[in-house]
């Protein structure tokens, strides 16, 4: 499978504890992204890395959220401290990416999430 | 500030046609995006714009006016399996993509 994967499917923690997710892009997309979705709502940006750089992080993301792409391939996110209000599915997204603005090219491909319970 | 938005849900008949609008503001744009979410699954791609007008996909066509800050999604022929929430995405300044919180879509027999 060459698709966007992102390891665990599922986390149940609780209230206090750190977690990590792990997001593997489609091998030669540059572009990544994390969302966040509660229920009923749409993705929720939380940041986008080219290569390994993080060009952009929502504001809306407290200093409890910190998200890595050492390599510019796999990411990983991390939430420290977790609170009830963190449970939702996290989403990562891949993109190819070409050229300086956006296109059809920037067609992000999602994988199939980490749904995080905080209890 | 950035808002999209699109209705909560839509019912329509299968085998018929309909329409789902997006109105959007936001600090800049560079495109905006159409994506398909089934339930308890990831959103996939369904159409593009970046330009004013119509882009037609199959059942799907996508229009965009930008000095409305306007769009629309239209699906005909439905079928069952077109029930699904549908995204309004709007990329701004850059690549951050703004999701709209999606129409759900019922379609009846």
């Known amino acids: 499978d060459t698709g966007v994967s992102q390891n665990p499917r599922h986390k149940i923690t609780k209230r206090g504890q750190n977690v990590t997710f792990r997001c593997d892009p489609i091998?030669?997309?540059?572009?990544l992204y994390w969302y966040r979705q509660t229920l009923g709502q749409g993705p929720e940006f939380l940041t986008y890395f080219q290569n390994e750089a993080q060009l952009e992080k929502s504001r809306l993301l407290s200093d409890r959220f910190s998200a890595e792409r050492p390599k510019g391939s796999f990411s990983t996110l991390e939430i420290q401290r977790t609170e009830q209000g963190d449970s939702a599915m996290y989403l990562c997204a891949s993109s190819l990416g070409q050229g300086a603005q956006p296109s059809s090219y920037n067609e992000q491909f999602f994988g199939p999430g980490t749904r995080l319970t905080v209890l | 500030g950035q808002n999209i938005d699109q209705p909560t849900e839509m019912t329509a008949t299968e085998g018929a046609i309909v329409q789902i609008n997006c109105t959007y503001q936001?600090?800049?744009?560079?495109?905006l995006f159409w994506y398909q979410q089934h339930a308890g699954e990831a959103p996939t791609f369904l159409s593009y714009n970046v330009l004013d007008g119509l882009e037609e996909k199959g059942r799907f066509s996508s229009f965009l006016s930008r000095s409305k800050g306007y769009s629309y999604l239209l699906l005909k022929e439905l079928q069952m399996k077109d029930s699904a929430s549908y995204l309004c995405a709007v990329t701004s300044g850059g690549f951050k993509t703004i999701f709209g919180a999606g129409t759900r879509l019922f379609v009846k027999a």
């Open positions: 091998s030669e997309h540059n572009r």
């Open positions: 936001t600090s800049g744009f560079n495109g």
